[in-house]
C-alpha cells in the first residue's frame, strides 16, 4: 500500500460515515510516515465532510503513524490503542475526541 492507496482508501470511508453521532464539529491531520509519506486532512462541519491530500495547522487532531501501520490498523491487524501506548501511533489534541471518532469507524 502507498500514500495514494491510504488517501483513496480514507476518502472513500470517510465520505461513507455519519458523523453526526459525535456532537460536534472536528478537523484532524493524519501524518502517514515512510518512504512514500504525505498528509490526510479530514473535517466535519456543520455536517459537511471535507477530505484533501493536504497539511492543515490547526486541527483538533493530529495523528501520525507509518502507512504499515495504517494497512494493519483497516485490516484490522494492528491493537490501535495498545499502538498509541507502544508509541507506534502518535496522537496530539483532542484524544478523546480521536478515540470517539476511531470507534465509530470501527
Known amino acids: 500500500m502507498n500514500f ?6 480514507m476518502e472513500s470511508f470517510l465520505y461513507s460515515q455519519d458523523f453526526s ?11 502517514l510516515t515512510g518512504e512514500d509519506s504525505g498528509y490526510i486532512y479530514f473535517s466535519y ?3 459537511v465532510k471535507k477530505v484533501e491530500p493536504v497539511k ?7 495523528i501520525a ?10 485490516n484490522g491487524e494492528l491493537d490501535v ?3 498509541f501506548t507502544t ?11 480521536a478515540l470517539a471518532i476511531y470507534n465509530l469507524l470501527k
Not at 21 to 31: E, N, R, T
Request: charged share 25%; proline share 0%.
Open 45 to 47: 462541519k456543520d455536517g
Open 87 to 97: 508509541k507506534q501511533i502518535q496522537a496530539k489534541g483532542n484524544v478523546v475526541l
Open 65 to 74: 503513524m507509518s502507512v504499515g501501520n495504517f494497512e494493519k490498523m483497516i
Open 56 to 62: 492543515h495547522d490547526l486541527v483538533n487532531i493530529y
Open 4 to 9: 495514494k492507496d491510504c488517501y483513496n482508501y
Open 81 to 83: 490503542l495498545r499502538a
Open 21 to 31: 453521532s459525535i456532537g460536534k464539529d472536528f478537523s484532524s491531520q493524519l501524518y
